[in-house]
């Protein structure tokens, strides 16, 4: 799928036709896994980002923020809304867990893309060839969810592949059908 994040020593990804994430160990190539909390976790093109044109395999969304790494995705028990899960890496035990989860009203399907900065998850819609516009955030330090933004980001077509925040330079990235596309982020 199209979000996969490399943070720390190792690769997380969404395992292929299942509801885990996998840890990819730079070093010792070894792979490590955890199953996504929910009823009914979407895979296998269930609950992609969906707004404009439906990305394949876009079901889990692995991403990182200064706070730690999430993955976000939408289950069947929280009616295809979103769901955030923050997962932990316990390199002594060399285990991966999902420490917290927290699920939103917002239905997947509506979303074009979505993305963490400090542990507030933002989610972006289809304006129109050249204009995509963050429209909602979720807050998981209050629990609060914010649908009154309207952020634009300017694109050069139509579809958002992946959107991504790196917390190392603040900027967000944008892959834009062919095209990388960087923007500042200053919260």
Known sequence: GPSAVLYGEALYYHC?????V?????KSNAVKRVTLPGTGVG???KFPYCYYDCRANSDVDVEADETGLWAIYATVGNHG????SRLVWDSEAETLN?????ETRLFKK?????FMVCGVLYATRFVDEYREEVFYAF??????DDNSLALPLEKVAKGVASLSYNPINRQIYMYNDGYLLAYQANF
């Not at 509506?110 to 979505?114: L, Q, T």
Request: charged fraction near 20%; include cysteine; aromatic fraction near 12%.
């Open 139 to 144: 807050d998981t330090a209050t629990g609060k």
């Open 81 to 84: 809304n979103l769901v955030v």
């Open 22 to 26: 996998c840890r990819y160990d730079l």
């Open 98 to 102: 999902v420490s917290q989860k927290w």
């Open 43 to 45: 895979f296998n093109n």
């Open 16 to 20: 292929y036709r299942s509801a885990d």
């Open 110 to 114: 509506a979303v074009s893309n979505a």
